[in-house]
């Protein structure tokens, strides 16, 4: 049976919710991200402010879309580029994408972003550490390659699931400091040669040099 697609009317809400979570991108990357409000979106948006409350319940819901808007960037970055099967390469590829992500909105974007997180961090922020999203699962998927491979070997104890969230916890924390140092340094060099020196005394036989 052939599956059918959304509705015209869920169409239309879908494209409504991109529309308003777009133009607050557009506009905070012009105004600035502290300085928008709600008025201002809607008005640039073409919405109504009861409308803006029907998708997002504050401007910090607003920027946890970009969570989204992030997976579906990696989801469609993995398909032109896909995994080589390579394990260090595969870990260099998919770090690569988030750091440029990353780099290309900006230390005052995460900055916003994060805050945000914090602000709803017991009610709506529950997909930003959802272990099925397509970073976290490609992670975990490549680590198990390089063990197969014989390239990784782990302590007993250590499965890759938790080296995958230390991995992760591990970007997380590079990715504030270096906003919070206003980009005073090159995310993704950095980034990718501290992950070297994280990885390094799990591989068998070979030098991380990323």
Known sequence: MRKSGPTKRQQQAMDTKSRIFETAME???????????????????????GTFYHYFSSI??????????????????????????????????????????????????????YRGQ??????????????????????????????????????VGMSPEFFADSFLVFSRGITIDWALKNASYNLKERGLSMLGTM???????KSCSF
């Open 27 to 49: 506009l905070g990357a012009n105004i600035g991200y502290e300085s928008l409000n709600i008025n201002e979106i809607c008005s640039a948006a073409g919405v109504s402010v």
């Open 199 to 205: 990885l390094q005394p799990y591989l068998t036989g």
């Open 118 to 155: 914090f602000s709803q961090i017991e009610t709506e922020n529950a997909f930003f550490y959802s272990k099925n999203r397509i970073m976290h699962t490609l992670l975990i998927e490549t680590l198990r390659n390089g063990i197969l491979q014989g390239e990784l070997k782990l302590p």
């Open 60 to 113: 910090d819901a607003v920027f946890q879309e970009q969570y989204i808007a992030f997976d579906h960037y990696f989801t469609a970055a993995i398909e032109e580029t896909p995994l080589s099967g390579s394990f260090l390469q595969d870990i260099r590829h998919l770090f690569i994408l988030k750091y440029e992500y990353v780099s290309e909105r900006g230390p005052q974007f995460i900055v916003r972003q």
